[in-house]
């Protein structure tokens, strides 16, 4: 398994992420870990041991509901869903992450060329 | 709201949830490492190892889950315990001022409540008020009820859905068939008309309370008793109903037993009579009756007054009498109404709720000292806070710490409170009636006044540590940090909040002595009022003489005379002699028009009113009562009836002015035989010592029947009072035993009772003055003890932070007496402010106590000034000793020192 290019997440970023992946529907925490795993092309890795945390204070906030239901392989699980606040939420944090990383960008300048 | 709502979600979801949810995520990540190819066993190690820490996830899932500060209290409390243990002087000195404060507060308010507050204890006892009259008479201001106004009222009116009418007797108990003759006693009796127990609507532990037919005079004898006589006197005799008692001699058959709470009119009400009102053959103008009524739903007392005012003209037409119209429009007599409870209580509630409001004060004190105490320990712990605050100690964090130490000291000083309320209610009840308070016997420290005392702890504790709190947190951190030493002076804006609760104290402190202040000069001047008689070695008793063994006039005269022979012949005594009224007490009270016999009164003016008293001429000797003119009777001789008076001086002048009066004539009634005045005595001030002197005609022990006949004796028979007090002047000892013993041995079926000496009865008429003022000078003495605790210990605080200054100053040639005006002008300045605001504070709120204070105004400026000298003096003390260990500093020690 090649995980040397992988990249740990950046502090803060877990809750915005996982407000876009239950964006595209409910999901279970597992679920979330991969989706967001597939999404980024494999290329960013989630913590599972602070996955949870970081669902429980989204919840804690009203941003995301869960509720126990089974899962396709007929596994118990805890799904989560967005809520309007947690929508609301996510199309403003998208908002500051753009415009963050698009300052980056600005700082950093133009890109190499491949080398 | 939405906050609380999550945060009520975020504490349903328990750990075992979250566990639950960390198996199903190891599972599904086992599941999908097996569909990736891995063996079961691999693939689920490689899912736990992916997780990380199990543990730590769900740590900290339970922390954030909890509310961090409640499951973290015990542990607070008991650092904060730690803390408090090891700065006992601190914690003593903040405990000890709250047991003052809360312990008055909760003293004084269980006071209120009980008096005040409770509801009366009968069936709605809103709805219930009393009735009465008031008019424009010389000499009286207020007459109760006649039994024609009662019945006319009760009748007539549209307001009220009963109407009840009773009045107080005293009667003998005589002994049981069977059982020793000396089991005679006095009791009070309230002759009741039936329907007074359902508007008071109580109903009876035993039997039955009297029927409307029992209202009539000549009914069947029937007594109802009070739970307290049915169970001291039968023995709780369940047979009692049906069974047959002696009340003045004439047996009476026992219908019912009233339960202890219903007492009505007073605790110690014995038993109830037939009221004894016959409407045929009334008596409209002798207003010897008191009514009770309970307004129907939604009537108010003024609509009710109303009624009433309307009913009243019409009272001579229903009951024609001595009340005529001409009388009620002359008198200008008018009904009123009063809330049963404002007349039970009476006078005693506005002295009442100036105590609790010095309680009050006291506790603001109090609060504003321990805040005071508890800032300088957090200025002290400041450094400490800052250094936790960059460790990462939240807001949250220092305020709970500080409200730990509060709360623990707040208890503390709440349970010791209780405790002295206690005590000091113990002591009150101890005082018993002598303080004059009503309803004493019910104040007790029960729920209500526990709930509050456990609020003003509570709110106490809050109030004082909060602000310190935030003073200690909100302080810069880096600033307190960067500041390691205490080598500069403390900014003038530093301790503001400090020096402000000092000047509260000051000022608090100042209004409570001058209130103390105000009580105790009315004290001293009433205390100075000449009653008139000579308390000093005067003792009195009362005796009735019971028809069945006195049957006549004579025999009463007989038995009086051989009495007083008696007791003028016991060692010590010097004089003795009898009367029917003794000054400042209210039994025997007998008010009778007057009518000057040369001076007729004018059309449509009503005659004044006066107190009459029947004497014997000893009386003025034995209670030392000085005549000005003239002298006493001759002693009672049933076969002389004299027509003669003795009248006090403020009759003699109100008639005569300066000019003589023995020799003039006064008639009892318009037609009645003319009494000559032989004698007029000094003032005596026998309503009360801050009243007028009272008027009031004596007239000799036995009389001819003129003023009699309406007393019901027979037109040819002479005739007394049956109802007398003794009184006698000992030659220096207290002889109440021995002449006590001496009514005794000549008759023993003559109950003896209220035996008291006559200083006490001075005493007891300015009781409640006196308990006001002790109580005020409690408080003002505790306030002026913590307010010069609290100057004294801000004035060393502030000396303490300047020690290295002061040094600088003596090393750079200050004299220490320089040193000694500095500190001592900073903390004058405070005192001086603290006493100014306190004067205004004074000014506004003494005025409140215009009805207790007696022959000084509530602004006398001689007190004001006092308290305000006072509090200087004892805030210039309190600052004298820190200012002189300032001033003492020694440059080199000061320079060296570890700062």
Request: hydrophobic letters at 50%.
């Amino acid at each position: 398994m090649s995980t040397h290019n992988r990249s740990p997440l950046l502090q803060g970023t877990l809750d915005l992420l996982i407000l876009r992946t239950l964006a595209s529907g409910r999901a279970h925490g597992q679920g979330v870990a991969r989706a967001i795993q597939a999404a980024s092309g494999d290329r960013l890795l989630v913590d599972h041991g602070s996955l949870y945390p970081a669902l429980q204070r989204l919840e804690d906030r009203g941003w995301i509901s869960a509720a126990w239901g089974s899962s396709a392989n007929n596994r118990r699980a805890r799904f989560y869903e967005l809520t309007a606040a947690g929508r609301r939420r996510l199309v403003a944090e998208t908002r500051e992450w753009r415009a963050l990383s698009r300052a980056i960008g600005l700082v950093l300048g133009p890109e190499p060329a491949a080398g | 709201m939405p906050g609380l709502l999550r945060f009520l979600k975020r504490r349903r979801r328990r750990d075992a949830d979250f566990a639950a949810e960390i198996a199903a995520h190891l599972a599904l990540e086992t599941d999908r490492l097996v569909a990736e190819g891995l063996q079961p066993a691999d693939a689920a190690w490689e899912a736990r190892r992916r997780f990380g820490n199990v543990g730590l996830a769900q740590e900290d899932f339970h922390r954030r889950r909890a509310v961090g500060w409640l499951e973290a209290l015990p542990r607070q409390l008991r650092h904060a315990a730690r803390r408090l243990a090891r700065a006992p002087v601190f914690t003593g000195a903040a405990a000890l001022t709250l047991t003052l404060g809360i312990g008055a507060a909760t003293a004084v308010f269980s006071l209120v409540d009980g008096v005040l507050l409770r509801p009366l204890p009968w069936s709605g006892p809103a709805q219930l008020v009393d009735l009465s009259h008031e008019l424009s008479v010389q000499g009286v201001s207020r007459v109760p009820q006649s039994d024609a106004t009662y019945l006319y009222y009760r009748r007539a009116n549209h307001v009220f859905s009963g109407v009840g009418a009773y009045r107080t007797v005293d009667v003998n108990l005589g002994a049981e068939t069977g059982r020793d003759a000396a089991g005679a006693e006095r009791a009070e009796a309230t002759r009741a008309s039936a329907s007074l127990f359902a508007v008071l609507g109580v109903a009876p532990l035993r039997g039955r309370v009297f029927r409307d037919d029992e209202d009539l005079p000549d009914a069947v004898p029937v007594v109802i008793l009070s739970e307290g006589l049915w169970r001291d006197r039968y023995g709780a005799d369940p047979g009692i109903v049906g069974r047959r008692v002696a009340i003045d001699g004439v047996p009476h058959e026992v219908v019912g037993v009233m339960p202890e709470r219903f007492a009505f009119p007073e605790a110690a009400s014995a038993l109830w009579l037939p009221i004894g009102i016959d409407p045929a053959r009334t008596a409209p103008a002798a207003f010897d009756y008191r009514a009770v009524a309970r307004l129907l739903p939604g009537v108010t007392v003024a609509a009710a007054e109303t009624d009433l005012r309307a009913l009243l003209p019409r009272v001579p037409e229903a009951f024609p009498g001595r009340l005529t119209a001409p009388a009620i429009r002359a008198t200008r007599m008018r009904p009123v109404v009063r809330p049963l409870r404002d007349v039970m209580v009476g006078g005693a509630g506005r002295a009442l709720w100036i105590v609790l409001a010095a309680a009050a004060f006291l506790l603001l004190v109090a609060c504003a000292n321990v805040a005071n105490l508890f800032l300088v320990r957090a200025e002290a712990r400041q450094h400490e806070v800052a250094v936790r605050r960059a460790l990462g100690a939240g807001r949250g964090w220092v305020v709970a710490e500080f409200l730990a130490e509060g709360l623990l000291v707040a208890v503390l000083g709440g349970a010791l409170g209780v405790a002295l309320a206690v005590s000091g209610l113990g002591a009150l009840r101890l005082l018993g009636s002598a303080i004059a308070i009503p309803r004493l016997a019910g104040v007790g420290l029960d729920g209500p006044v526990l709930v509050v005392a456990a609020g003003v702890t509570v709110v106490t504790a809050v109030a004082m540590s909060v602000l310190p709190a935030f003073q200690a947190y909100g302080a810069e951190a880096g600033a307190v940090l960067a500041r390691t030493d205490r080598r500069t002076t403390a900014g003038p804006g530093r301790h503001r909040v400090l020096r402000a609760l000092v000047v509260v104290q000051v000022a608090l402190a100042l209004v409570l002595v001058t209130g103390a202040g105000l009580m105790a000069r009315s004290f001293r001047s009433l205390r100075s009022v000449p009653p008139g008689f000579e308390p000093r070695d005067a003792y009195a008793f009362r005796v009735v003489l019971p028809t069945a063994d006195f049957p006549t006039t004579a025999s009463t005269v007989a038995f009086v005379t051989r009495a007083l022979d008696a007791m003028r012949a016991l060692p010590g005594v010097r004089s003795a002699g009898v009367v029917s009224k003794l000054p400042l007490e209210e039994e025997g009270r007998q008010d009778t028009a007057v009518f000057v016999a040369d001076r007729p009164p004018a059309m449509g003016t009503m005659p004044v009113v006066h107190q009459v008293a029947y004497a014997s001429p000893g009386y003025f000797a034995a209670l030392g009562i000085p005549f000005l003119e003239g002298a006493a009777f001759e002693a009672p001789d049933v076969a002389v009836a004299p027509l003669e008076v003795v009248v006090t001086r403020a009759v003699a002048r109100r008639y005569w002015g300066a000019a003589p009066a023995t020799g003039r004539g006064l008639r009892l009634s318009p037609d009645g035989p003319v009494f000559t005045v032989v004698g007029v005595t000094g003032d005596i001030r026998g309503t009360g010592l801050d009243r007028a002197p009272d008027e009031t005609v004596y007239l000799p022990l036995v009389i001819a029947p003129g003023p009699a006949a309406a007393s019901g004796a027979a037109a040819d028979a002479r005739w007394a009072p049956r109802e007398l007090a003794f009184v006698v002047r000992s030659t220096g000892g207290d002889v109440i035993g021995s002449i006590e013993r001496a009514i005794r041995d000549l008759a023993p079926g003559v109950p003896v009772y209220g035996a008291r000496s006559m200083s006490d009865v001075v005493a007891r008429s300015t009781a409640r003055t006196s308990f006001t003022l002790a109580l005020l000078e409690i408080a003002a003495l505790a306030a002026l003890a913590i307010g010069a605790v609290g100057l004294y210990g801000v004035a060393s605080y502030m000396v303490s932070l300047r020690t290295r200054e002061m040094a600088v100053r003596t090393a750079l040639g200050a004299q220490p007496s320089a040193l000694l005006r500095l500190v001592m002008a900073q903390t004058m300045s405070l005192a001086a402010l603290g006493v100014a605001l306190g004067l205004g504070a004074a000014l506004g709120l003494t005025r409140f106590l215009r009805a207790l204070v007696f022959d000084v105004s509530p602004t006398d400026p001689a007190t004001l000034v006092g308290a305000a000298l006072l509090m200087t003096l004892v805030g210039a003390m309190a600052s004298w000793v820190p200012a002189r260990r300032a001033a003492a500093a020694h440059p080199a020690s000061a320079l060296r020192g570890d700062w």
